[in-house]
């Protein structure tokens, strides 16, 4: 099987993109990092709301424990970068194995509440816990050593903006391999018809629980990563708001295809970094129109559009 | 003894707040099978409304809270014609987002309008004291929401069981299909009930200012207490509504009172074990 | 004994008794339709044997071994399976994607994280095969929901047998099927492997006769009597009910 050249075509975009924006825009590059984290968590929300179909308002759950191990493996345990990420994706998928062995049961809004519920249970429970996350004051010294044992993270931000995209890119890579999958596929089933799969042997429950375990690691690397690169871990990982920030990007983007992700998540914080140097306090009524805007238009995301102007110039 | 009576007042004072902003919801969710995640914005908006009446205008209280509820009703049957009507035929994943959508828009406009601090709203004298019941005193306020929820769930189930708009609303929460079939004009139960519900809401977020205080952030606040209410009650019942902000109320107040610090988590826990144990809901069929 | 015992079933919604003491056999090799009017409970019958509700009482046993605790996947894992009378399928996937779907569950490659879906040359040989004998080749990389109905039905029947069953229960596979696509449904049923036991739920009267070797009639949920194709069609009742009655 030789693999279609064309199909790398958004992959080296991707690429040229984060070469360019590295040299136009140096000093933003802690941005440009943050966006880049972004990608990976609104990547494994992908895997669970896009493929799967499952309905989550609770993702920061998994990226909030990834957050936090990162960051206590790095000062008590070893601080270096990509062991401190495999401590993340462990205790990421973990909360998800466990927490979906509960939610993967419940549908519509149960499940929406259930999600919900988990992540404040997190958020709160770190925060009483203040002798060993910090509480409000946040998580503070974490202090990683050079990546590889090679580059150093320094002020400006270089080796965290090269590192971010590193994890960025062997995430997609990696995840484009997983949906092509018969695990993929199997997922795409359930989201098409749980009742189908059942009835062609699938252990539907389990599965659900699979894939959200799965997605767990990745948005536990997520959550590793802006810990690493940030030096700091806020209660505000395991917000509401970053969860639903997370599934806006994600729908803006477009679901169940990977690229949207990375589409939507930086569209929607440019438009947000500019909009709130701006006028910080009419960003709602941006965000807010723009999901309207979204969800009433162009249902499909922004890698829907141009199928629909396709399908406008057929005449259909 | 004196602590339980305490959560108990409270707690069933605080229910019935609930019950009066959720049970709208619920009944909205169960007839139009729509996750709606904006409804906390109506009782922000009857609060926001009745703030700028009373202590902005210098209306008497009881009329700021009657203009306003009018008010939130008013506007909330076009914004069911013209926006839910096309949010009932999305995807659940899409309602969520055009239901976040409008709660962003909500807030964002009293935000411009009113700024972002707290809306505080003057209640009348007479409502700040507190009653001597002989055995015990309790705060008039808490008095008053009782028996105004009280009063509320009295008359939904006069509405719902002896009336024909009663009848047509169950048949239609039953099966939206067939209530068409027989000739009901599902598109007015809908907008009736949405309008219903949404100045129920306004009355909650008034009277319940005290307990969940009015700010532009309210409708995002508070928006998973409201949803919960449903969840655990289930959608589109309106004694399982009422069950489930009772329990609710109480069980927050409770948390409150007997473990303060770690009343969040203690809160959630319930929550989820609830739904992990009865994923329908209370009332619902499972 | 091998095949599939059903004895005592009962089952019942509330007050509503939809399946009353029902009692029979299906062996290797046999192919046995089940017959009866709207609402006599054959869906639901079928529904207790693959396990999406359970019965209120009674047992089905497949080559004696008790199926009660066992949930739907894994009675299709021991080889139980079901076509629906209503058309479920996987409305965004592509035909192809379909049957891959059932052919690869089947092999227990759903973990399968780190090969292609399409990769697996036996699997698409497979798939290939069961498109090719449904006349689904020409839509093979269409989506199933832009397909008419009558294909569907035929994805239906081919993502059942990608299971590659020993107990096959067919409800209604030609119900919606145009009449001149019929021949599909009746050269596939013909051509499953001999030994393959089939029971076959319709109601159209002639595709019945053509395939079953016997026939179960089943009225408000019990067994009205068991035949060869001929003995029902001289029994009595069973003429009253279909022509009496006003039906058929
Ligand atoms: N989940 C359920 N709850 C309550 N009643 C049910 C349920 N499922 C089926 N029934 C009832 O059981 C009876 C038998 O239904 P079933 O679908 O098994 O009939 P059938 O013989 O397959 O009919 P048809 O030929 O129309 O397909 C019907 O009266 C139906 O209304
Ligand atoms: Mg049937």
Redesign the interface.
């Known amino acids: 099987m030789s693999p279609n050249p064309r199909r790398l075509v958004p992959d080296l975009v991707i690429l040229a993109a984060a070469v360019g924006l590295f040299f136009v825009f140096p000093y933003d590059l802690a941005f440009l990092t943050r966006i880049l984290i972004m990608v990976v968590f609104v990547l494994s929300l992908d895997l669970v709301l896009g493929y799967a179909g499952i309905a989550t308002l609770g993702h920061a759950a998994m990226y909030g424990t990834g957050a936090y191990a990162a960051g206590l493996f790095a000062i008590h345990v070893s601080a270096d970068p990509l062991l401190g990420l495999a401590a993340g994706a462990v205790a990421g998928a973990a909360i998800a194995a466990v927490s979906g062995l509960i939610m993967m049961r419940a549908h519509g809004l149960t499940l929406l509440m259930l999600s919900i519920a988990v992540a404040q249970v997190l958020q709160e429970v770190a925060n009483k816990a203040r002798p060993v996350t910090g509480g409000a004051d946040g998580l503070r010294g974490i202090r990683m050593e050079p990546v590889l044992g090679i580059w150093e993270f320094d002020f400006i931000g270089r080796t965290g903006y090269w590192y971010a995209f590193t994890v960025m890119a062997l995430v997609l890579v990696m995840l484009k391999v997983v949906v092509a999958s018969p695990f993929g596929l199997s997922a795409r089933g359930i989201h098409e018809s749980p009742a189908r799969m059942r009835a062609i042997g699938t252990p539907v429950y389990a599965r659900l629980v699979a894939i959200y375990t799965l997605a767990g690691g990745i948005a536990g690397v997520a959550g590793a990563l802006a810990a690493q690169v940030t030096s700091l871990v806020s209660l505000e990982v395991y917000s509401f708001e970053h969860s639903a920030e997370a599934v806006i990007m994600l729908v803006l983007g477009g679901t169940g295809r990977l690229y949207g992700a990375v589409l939507g998540v930086a569209l929607f914080m440019t438009v947000e970094h500019l909009a709130a140097a701006v006028d910080p306090f009419n960003w709602l009524f941006i965000i807010g129109a723009l999901v309207l805007g979204v969800v009433f238009f162009v249902p499909a995301g922004l890698m829907g559009v141009p199928g629909a102007l396709a399908r406008l110039g057929r005449g259909r | 003894m004196g602590t339980i009576l305490n959560i108990l007042v409270d707690g069933v004072a605080y229910g019935m707040i609930l019950f009066m902003i959720s049970v709208g919801l619920s009944v909205t969710m169960g007839l139009m099978r729509v996750i709606n995640l904006a409804h906390g914005g109506f009782a922000m908006l009857g609060g926001a409304f009745v703030h700028y009446f009373g202590a902005v205008l210098g209306l008497p209280f009881v009329a700021a809270a009657a203009v306003a509820i009018a008010l939130v009703v008013l506007l909330s049957v076009p914004m069911e014609r013209v926006l839910y009507r096309s949010i009932y035929r999305m995807g659940e994943l899409q309602q969520v987002l055009a239901t976040i959508g409008i709660t962003f828009l909500m807030i964002a406009s009293v935000n411009l309008w009113l700024g972002s601090s707290l809306l505080p709203i003057r209640l009348p004298d007479s409502w700040t004291g507190i009653v001597d019941l002989g055995f015990r005193s309790l705060p008039m306020h808490r008095l008053i929401v009782i028996c105004v929820g009280l009063a509320i769930m009295a008359a939904l189930y006069l509405l719902v069981e002896g009336t024909r708009f009663g009848i047509r609303l169950r048949a239609a929460v039953d099966n939206r299909a067939t209530a068409s079939a027989l000739g009901i004009d599902t598109g007015r139960v809908f907008a009736l009930t949405f309008g219903l519900g949404a100045g129920l809401a306004a009355l909650g977020g008034i009277l319940g200012a005290e307990l969940l205080p009015i700010d532009a952030y309210y409708p995002l606040r508070y928006m998973v207490l409201f949803l919960i209410v449903v969840a655990v009650g289930g959608m589109g019942s309106i004694a399982g509504s009422f069950l489930a902000a009772l329990a609710l109320g109480i069980l927050q107040q409770a948390v409150l009172y007997l473990v303060p610090d770690f009343g969040t988590i203690f809160f959630f826990c319930c929550v989820i074990a609830l739904l992990a144990l009865r994923p329908q809901g209370l009332s619902g069929r499972v | 004994m091998s095949g599939l015992e059903v004895n005592g079933l009962n089952k019942s919604f509330g007050g509503l008794t939809v399946c009353k003491d029902v009692t029979f056999e299906l062996g290797p090799g046999d192919r046995k339709a089940l017959i009866g009017p709207n609402g006599a409970g054959k869906t639901t019958l079928a529904n207790l044997i ?1 396990g ?1 509700a359970p019965p209120s009482s009674g047992t089905i046993r497949l080559d004696g071994r008790d199926l009660r605790g066992l ?4 009675r ?2 021991a080889g139980i ?2 076509t ?1 009378q209503i058309t ?6 592509t035909v192809r ?1 379909n049957i ?3 052919v ?3 092999k227990r ?11 697996d040359r036996a699997t698409e040989a497979e798939v290939a095969e069961l498109m090719h004998q449904f006349r689904l080749t020409r839509h093979a990389d269409t989506t199933v929901e832009n397909l008419a109905y009558g294909q569907q039905r035929l994805i239906e029947m081919a ?2 047998l ?2 590659h069953p020993r107990i096959l229960i067919l409800d209604e596979p030609a119900a919606g099927v145009p009449t001149s696509e019929n021949h599909l449904i009746v050269e596939a049923i013909e051509r499953l492997p001999k030994d393959l036991a089939v029971l076959i739920i319709e109601h159209d009267m002639q595709l019945v006769f053509k395939v079953a070797r016997s026939i179960i009639v089943l009225v408000n949920g019990a067994i009205l009597t068991e035949g060869t194709p001929r003995e029902i069609s001289r029994d009595r009742q069973v003429r009253d009910l279909y022509l009496g009655a006003g039906h058929g």
Request: glycine share 8%; net charge positive.
């Open positions: 693959t999406i949930r739907e996947p894994q299709v894992r399976a079901k629906f479920t399928l996987f409305k965004r996937l994607e891959r779907l059932g690869s569950e089947r490659q759903g973990l399968k994280l780190l090969r292609r879906a399409d990769g993502l059942t990608a299971l």
